[in-house]
Antibody, heavy 118, light 106 residues
Framework: EVQLVESGGGLVQPGGSLRLSCAASGFTFSSYEMNWVRQAPGKGLEWVSYISSSGSTIYYADSVKGRFTISRDNAKNSLYLQMNSLRAEDTAVYYC???????????WGQGTLVTVSS | AIRMTQSPSSFSASTGDRVTITCRASQGISSYLAWYQQKPGKAPKLLIYAASTLQSGVPSRFSGSGSGTDFTLTISCLQSEDFATYYCQQYYSYPSFGQGTKVEIK
């Protein structure tokens, strides 16, 4: 069974940092592209970042470029999101999502809540 | 950035109704479009990809159509478990989602 389990969310002050993790199981993690998607309270979905299966290609949304860093450890079946210089508008549930080849995001984690507030 | 616009933003319907949600892209995206269903407190669920291909395990009452800039999601016979929010997503370039369409019980 495919599982994606996020962790690392919590309350952080503006300007602070947080590192999210996504533990993958039930599939060959190193064969899949991965993404982070977030959802602010009561709002819609916003794509945050993409990483290729090898980690060699990375993209970011303009809203987080220069502040967030996506990475992966295929040996540990894990995806990460390092978030620096956090702002109130980064408050959201963060989901990791598996990208199926030209077929959307077929598996999602349960999400982890990040709250940026003083 | 490609902007995705869904309509309507919300509407009320009854069990058994046929409902259609529209998604328009600000530029052509071929068929690189997916539809997701999200229920409160849950992660999104993939329904349709490549504009019209049903994801494995998704009931056949869901269907998708369109290409280029205009797309539709149709639920042929609304069931109680279908009351949710639906999002379209383009993956032609940097991914982007529509703002969502909430389907409520009439």
């Amino acid at each position: 069974e495919v599982q994606l389990v996020e962790s690392g969310g919590g309350l952080v002050q503006p300007g602070g940092s947080l590192r999210l993790s996504c533990a993958a199981s039930g599939f060959t993690f190193s064969s899949y592209e991965m993404n982070w998607v977030r959802q602010a309270p009561g709002k819609g979905l916003e794509w945050v970042s993409y990483i290729s299966s090898s980690g060699s290609t990375i993209y970011y949304a303009d809203s987080v470029k220069g502040r967030f860093t996506i990475s992966r450890d295929n040996a540990k079946n894990s995806l990460y999101l390092q978030m620096n210089s956090l702002r109130a508008e980064d408050t959201a549930v963060y989901y990791c999502a598996r990208a199926s080849q030209e077929a959307g995001y077929d598996y999602w984690g349960q999400g982890t809540l990040v709250t940026v507030s003083s | 950035a490609i902007r995705m616009t869904q309509s309507p933003s919300s509407f009320s319907a009854s069990t058994g109704d046929r409902v259609t949600i529209t998604c328009r892209a600000s530029q052509g995206i071929s068929s690189y479009l997916a539809w997701y269903q999200q229920k409160p407190g849950k992660a999104p669920k993939l329904l349709i990809y490549a504009a019209s291909t049903l994801q494995s395990g998704v009931p056949s009452r869901f269907s998708g159509s369109g290409s280029g800039t205009d797309f539709t999601l149709t639920i042929s016979c609304l069931q109680s478990e279908d009351f949710a929010t639906y999002y379209c997503q383009q993956y032609y370039s940097y991914p982007s989602f529509g703002q969502g369409t909430k389907v409520e019980i009439k």
